[in-house]
T-cell receptor
Framework: AQKITQTQPGMFVQEKEAVTLDCTYD???????LFWYKQPSSGEMIFLIY??????QNATEGRYSLNFQKARKSANLVISASQLGDSAMYFC????????????FGKGNQVVVIP | DTEVTQTPKHLVMGMTNKKSLKCEQH?????MYWYKQKAKKPPELMFV???????INESVPSRFSPECPNSSLLNLHLHALQPEDSALYLC??????????????FGPGTRLTVL
């Protein structure tokens, strides 16, 4: 079964600074996808970025980039130039391509951006 | 249109009430999901519908009854709930249940309180 680990405690980030959220995963499957979601206090889970296990380049979406290190089984999210609206819980998730199709979530990282 | 809508946003119900949660998407997605999320925890999968048929029931108590009337709609019928069922209920959809790149798009959720 897949396992996602997010161990950082709650983080305070200065506005306009970059922040890195750690995520490690464990799977024996070769084909899988990694996802990051943002959940503000309003509750909606917002899809941020996706990285496929066979993608050679790190995924980027605007201010979000995913630092994918396959050999280390890590998929860290980097948010550049933090904004107050980035304050939220961030979940790393993983899904194998074939077989158990469930989306496995980590426990989440709480980020608070301060002015 | 990349939106999943859910109604109602908030729901308070007694343990003897019957109520329903509704979810709708118009992205042409063939898979739809119900998740339950407790505070400060990741979402927990409850049900998966694929092509309007129930594919996964994660041993959810029968007081929760899902229904997929058509490919765009997903309901969750609630009856005789317990206070511990109070949570945020999230609906999600994805292009397919199986295969690669199936990022799930979530709705804003329904905050349920059972008295």
């Amino acid at each position: 079964a897949q396992k996602i680990t997010q161990t950082q405690p709650g983080m305070f980030v200065q506005e306009k600074e970059a922040v890195t959220l750690d995520c490690t995963y464990d799977t024996s499957d070769q084909s899988y996808g990694l996802f990051w979601y943002k959940q503000p206090s309003s509750g909606e889970m917002i899809f941020l970025i996706y990285q496929g296990s066979y993608d050679e380049q790190n995924a980027t979406e605007g201010r979000y980039s995913l630092n994918f290190q396959k050999a280390r089984k890590s998929a860290n999210l980097v948010i550049s130039a933090s904004q107050l609206g980035d304050s939220a819980m961030y979940f790393c998730a993983m899904r194998v391509t074939y077989g158990n199709n469930r989306l496995a979530f980590g426990k989440g990282n709480q980020v608070v951006v301060i002015p | 249109d990349t939106e999943v809508t859910q109604t109602p946003k908030h729901l308070v119900m007694g343990m003897t009430n019957k109520k329903s949660l509704k979810c709708e998407q118009h992205m042409g997605h063939r898979a739809m999901y119900w998740y339950k999320q407790k505070a400060k925890k990741p979402p927990e999968l409850m049900f998966v519908y694929s092509y309007e048929k129930l594919s996964i029931n994660e041993s959810v108590p029968s007081r929760f009854s899902p229904e997929c009337p058509n490919s765009s709609l997903l309901n969750l019928h609630l009856h005789a709930l317990q206070p511990e069922d109070s949570a945020l209920y999230l609906c999600a959809s994805s292009q397919d249940w199986v295969g690669p790149n199936n990022e799930q798009f979530f709705g804003p959720g329904t905050r349920l309180t059972v008295l």
